[in-house]
């Protein structure tokens, strides 16, 4: 359920910093097997998915860089926002997601061919979920458009970060990063 591709070295500041909601956990997984342990990353495979609101989304993978990636309309992002994008280096966190003015097409390069997945309403995608404190999950409660949510023992280098938690919610009146 990765999707291969490269992530840019891009920066992008969080429009606003404030948690997911609490909802996402009770949603109904719509993912298959789940790697085992980190190293079984690099493994999954890449997935397009959509959500019912007409996000178009990308779950990638290379070498040990995982984004989600996700473009289409952004209710209360910054004037010239296209995607929103979570990346992580294998489970730990790489910063928080970022709103970025970056056209699509960078981060999702061609999908001629490429049928996308309905993510409905109540569901979710489990990508990994090593513990209460290593996961990756996106999902569409009935409250939101779509959240997409890491949880990592800590920040990419960074041995004494202590868990860390970012991701985002797109939803009117408007979406935010953490």
Known sequence: ????LAWPAL??????????PDDIDALIDDGG??????????????????TPSGLLCKKTVVKVMHDVTCAGDLPGASAGTRVVTLPTVYAQANGPA???PTPHERFFGDTTGQAPVLLPAGHKI?????????SLVCG????????????????????NSGPQTHGFVIATPHSHVF
């Not at 097997?33 to 959509?50: C, I, M, N, S």
């Not at 489990?126 to 290593?134: E, P, R």
């Not at 569409?140 to 041995?159: E, W």
């Open 140 to 159: 569409v409660p009935r409250s939101v458009d779509l959240v997409c949510r890491l949880n990592a023992p800590k920040a990419i280098g960074a041995d």
């Open 1 to 4: 359920m990765a999707l291969a």
């Open 11 to 20: 920066v992008g500041l969080p429009l606003h910093a404030t948690a997911a």
């Open 33 to 50: 097997p789940l790697p085992k342990q980190t190293r079984d990353l690099t493994a999954l495979p890449v997935l397009l998915f959509t």
């Open 98 to 100: 970022r709103f970025l």
């Open 126 to 134: 489990v990508f990994w979920a090593f513990s209460n404190t290593q």
